[in-house]
Structure formats: C-alpha cells, structure tokens
C-alpha cells in the first residue's frame, strides 16, 4: 500500500478503510424487520482488500473527493460510500442523493440505489454518520445527544426508518427501470461514535440496543 513520505498510510486511505471496517453503530434489532445492516452478506474480506488496493493508487485524487467544502462529516461520509460502491466488483451503482417525486412534488430523497451484478436484485442504502455524547446514566435514545443538541439519537433512528420505508426506493426503481422485476431489499450503513463521561468509564449506561462492538470515546468538562 501506498505510504506518505513519512511512512505513515495517507489519511483518505485510513477513513476509507474505518468505512469499510469498523462496527455498526447500532445492533440489528434497533430496525424494522426486513431492513439488512450493511454489508449484510454481500461484502468479504477480500472485496474491503480489493477497495482499499485502488485506493492506495489515488491517494491524491481521493483526497480532493473526499474533501467537502461544507466541512460536514455526513457529506463527506457520502462521498466515502461513493467511492466504495463504486468500485464494489458485486455491485453497479445506479444512483445516489436520488430524488423521489409524486405528484410532481418532491416527498423526499434515496441515499444510494445499488443493482447487484449477478442476482439482478436492487439494494436501497440509507446511510449516516454520527457522534452522540451521553451522561453515562441514561439509555433512551433521546437522552443521547449529536452535536446540534436537537439531533439526538432517536431523532436520527426515526427518521432512518422513515427513510428505509420500501416503497420510497420502489418508486424510484420504477422510474429509472420500469421493467424491472428484481428483490427489492433495504439496507442500514450507520456508523460513529458514542461518547461517554471520562469519571463514568467502565461503568457507563449505553443507549439501548448499541452495538456491542461500537466505536467509543470519552468526554470530560474543561474544568477536570
């Protein structure tokens, strides 16, 4: 792999590869039944190695992509999943940020839509990226906080179930292939980190169903 002058693997390639590895955020149960956590069973070992292998030849164009002018994590979170669908060998992306129309009104938009190359089946994708501190005590969800204090975790649980709601991608498929008779499924690709209280480590409350494996940090107030 392809290393800076310094010896140390380019930061895209390192995103690149928390992307593709690192835990969900959340376990299965906290979705509708039906929906799949991404990957599911459509990625391998070799397929991240893959991925990763074009990477390590486009660090500087990688690094101008994944750039984002708004400096949002989330966009920039999209812009990784781009790449990494893009040159998945198992699927073809047939879109993504696709608008879904009804009436000639717009009613809301598709993450990615992606076509799986040797079944013909269609996977919708809803993804986020997210930070949420906690007081260590509580696990409902809302007690969960983002770093627009609004946007808590059940906020953004609930609005990516909306989102998952089949017929949004269906209608979409409709419209960029009417003929088209292949499974429809819906996946969830959510990854982050929670932040615990640095007195409260190892003894902390975790929002109900978090991923046992999830990606953690801690936070202390400025006067500790």
Known sequence: MNTTRSGAVSWPVEELRWVLTS????????????VIQWPGHWSSAEEVTHILKAAASEQAE???LFSHPSGFIGKRFERILHYCFSHHSAFELAGSGMVIQHAKQTTGEIDFLLRHIATGDWIHVESACKSYLGDGRHTAWDAWLGVNPEDTLERKISTLARQLDASRAREILRSIAPAESGILHSAV???????????RLGKSKLPHHAHRSHS??????QSQ
Request: net charge negative; glycine share 10%; with cysteine.
């Open 189 to 199: 690709l959510m990854k982050g980190y929670f932040f615990v209280p640095f007195d």
């Open 216 to 221: 953690a940090g801690w936070w202390m107030h």
């Open 23 to 34: 835990p969900p955020l959340m376990m299965d149960s906290c979705w509708p039944v039906g």
């Open 62 to 64: 990688l690094a101008q």
